[in-house]
């Protein structure tokens, strides 16, 4: 019953932003840590920003200063704003639900090239 749905993926330039949106239901969504991960073609998932019930972050060395992660409570709504992008950039962005108990949205093609 849980479901993860991402929006805000597309082509961009090198140095543009984005911003990605994921929101969630069927879960008690401040109580649930929320996260984002990133898989690029034959490469593992892994994890790009996560995010507690008390709001402390956690980050990808590789993104750090250039991506925030946030959430709305109100809205059920998990973010991630990506500045400074780079062509290694470029993957499916997932967004995850849990710790323990894990739910993974279908995922938002980032596209990061000149």
């Known amino acids: 019953q849980v479901q993860l749905v991402e929006s805000g993926g597309g082509l961009v330039q090198p140095g543009g932003s984005l911003r990605l949106s994921c929101t969630a239901s069927?879960?008690?969504?401040?109580?649930?840590?929320m996260g984002w991960y990133r898989q690029a073609p034959g490469k593992q998932r892994e994890l790009v920003a996560s995010i507690t019930t008390s709001s402390r972050t956690n980050y990808a060395d590789s993104v750090k200063g250039r991506f925030t992660i946030s959430r709305d409570n109100a809205k059920n709504t998990v973010y991630l704003e990506m500045n400074s992008l780079k062509p290694e950039d470029t993957a499916v962005y997932y967004c995850?639900?849990?710790?323990?108990?894990?739910?993974w949205g279908q995922g938002t093609q980032v596209t990061v090239s000149s």
């Open positions: 995850k639900a849990g710790a323990v108990l894990i739910s």
């Open positions: 069927g879960i008690i969504f401040s109580s649930t840590v």
